[in-house]
Structure formats: C-alpha cells, structure tokens
C-alpha cells in the first residue's frame, strides 16, 4: 500500500518506525509528471532498499527567474498511482513551498567547481537549488540509498560531490537514461514539444549516436567527437546552448583540441521551441542511444 505524507513530522515518524525494525530506506527525488525514467529510478530503488519513499516537489529554488516553474506539469493524482503500481511505500509531496521552505529559510549550498560549465553556465542558480533541496530531502528523510538518473549526468555529479565533502552518510546511485523507441531520453519537459519539434529532437539521439560510432571506430579527439554529435541536432533545433565534453566526474570542459586520455561525457543541450532539453553520453561505457 502506498501512503502519501505531505508534512515532514508524519514522514519523519513513518521512517523511524521503519529504521528501528532495521529496514534500509531509499529515496527517489523527483519533480513530478512521472514517466519510465522515474518508475526505473524506483524499481532501483526497491532492489536497494525495504522502504522506499518517492518525493514529488517542484523545487522554485532550481528554476531560474525567466525559467517554467509556474507552467511546469503537476500530476500528482497519477503520480501517486505510478508509485503505487511500482510497490513504493511512501510518496511525500508537500504541499507548498513553506513546508521545505518555511519562513525564514535563507541557508544554501553551492558547489562551485563541479557546477561550474555546461548546465551551470546556462542555468546559474539551478544547482544551488539543486544541492539545497536534495540535502533538505536527505536531511529529512534519512535514506540509506538515494537514486538519480544519468540523463541528468552534471546533476549526479553535483549531488554525489556535495554527499561527499558533507560526508552524509548514504549511498547515491545514478542509472542509465531511459529512451523512447527512437533514442529520445524520457523527460517531462517533452510534454511541451510540439508534433513538428517532437520528430525534429530526434536529431539528439542521432548526435549522440553518431558521437558513440566515431569513439567506437576509435576517435579519441574532443573536436571530431563534438562535430559528429552535433551536425544532427543543429539541423532540427532552434538552438544549441551547447555541445561539450567534459572529464566525467569533475564536469571539467574538455579542450576542444585535446586527446580524451580520461572517463569524459559529451553532453548536450538544445531548444526546439522554447522547450530546453539535455541528453549525454559516458564514451566507451554507453550505448548508443539509437541502437
Ligand atoms: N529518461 C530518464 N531516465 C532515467 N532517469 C531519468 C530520466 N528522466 C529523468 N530522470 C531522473 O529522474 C529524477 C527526477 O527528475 P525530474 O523530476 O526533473 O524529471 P525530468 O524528466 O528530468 O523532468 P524535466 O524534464 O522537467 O527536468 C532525476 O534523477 C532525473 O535524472
Ligand atoms: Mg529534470
């Protein structure tokens, strides 16, 4: 049976009960509108922990001011349905803002070298929302294990370097991108794509494809690597904000003239509209996205 909690004390006593009996909790942090992506997330969890608590909260801290918070999709009706039908225990979703951020909040993390390019070059405040809320839910909910997923690849990185350097005493597992049939990673912002832009952001997964072949015929140079992924989403999107490499766990840009010799992602991001999206690619560890 799934319950849904939406004030911290009721979660809090709910998980304290399950600790004394020994039973590890794992936590799934999302923004809601669920789709497979999340649903992988909890059944990762489910292996990993007894008790696992999904949370639903659309976080204002990560949006940025000219950002979609107030037209962002809140389903939490057939969210909780979803959790149910994934034999989740727990759905917290507060809700208002106040229960995460009563009156007063002022405290924020940063994590400044690791939010430094791609997604925090662009997006400026979103991490430090980011790590704030994610550290307030760990706080909370006092999870043996959390799950995120790698779609948002910088994101892990931010999340498992700030557990790190506050030494919080968890586990962060990151899985792969779950894709539509024709490569397009899973995300809710997709509900605001338009048919025409829909078949246009087919051009990602091709990039990334096409990047994934090159490093498998043996490229190891940044530039031919970035060029091959992005010849495909150029010719759909609206715009690019940026088609990268980066060292895989510091989120270090990559010269565009060096020789990969480290664990590197190409990561990208697009608009088609004014929908914004991101994908990316661990090379040499996964697949391509159009198999
Ligand atoms: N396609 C996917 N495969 C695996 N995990 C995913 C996928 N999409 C999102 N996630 C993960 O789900 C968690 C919650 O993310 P979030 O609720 O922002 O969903 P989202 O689809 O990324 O939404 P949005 O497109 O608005 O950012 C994050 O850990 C995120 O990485
Ligand atoms: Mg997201």
Known sequence: MTELIREIDPLRARLALARERGLRVGVVPTMGALHR????????????????VVTVFVNPTQFGPNEDFKKYPRTLEKDVEACRAMGA????????????YPPGDETRLR??????????????????GVATIVLKLFNVVGPGVAVFGRKDYQQLQVVTRMARDLFVPMEIVGIPTVRED????LSSRNAYLSPEDRQKARGIPEGLSAAVAAWEAGERHVQPLIAAARLPIAAGATSIDYVACADAVSMAPLDELARIE????????????TTRLIDNVVLGEDPAPIG
Do not use: W
Not at 89 to 100: C, T
Not at 111 to 128: D, I, N, S, W, Y
Not at 262 to 273: D, F, H, N, Q, T
């Open 89 to 100: 225990e727990l759905v917290f979703a507060p809700e208002n803002e106040s229960v995460l």
């Open 262 to 273: 480290r664990k590197a992602v190409l990561a990208i991001a697009a608009r088609y509209g």
């Open 111 to 128: 994590v400044p070298e690791t939010t430094k390019h791609l997604e925090g070059a662009f997006r400026p405040t979103h991490f430090e």
């Open 182 to 185: 024709d490569g397009l990673a």
């Open 37 to 52: 992506g999340h649903l992988a997330l909890i059944a990762e969890a489910r292996r990993r922990a007894q008790v696992v």
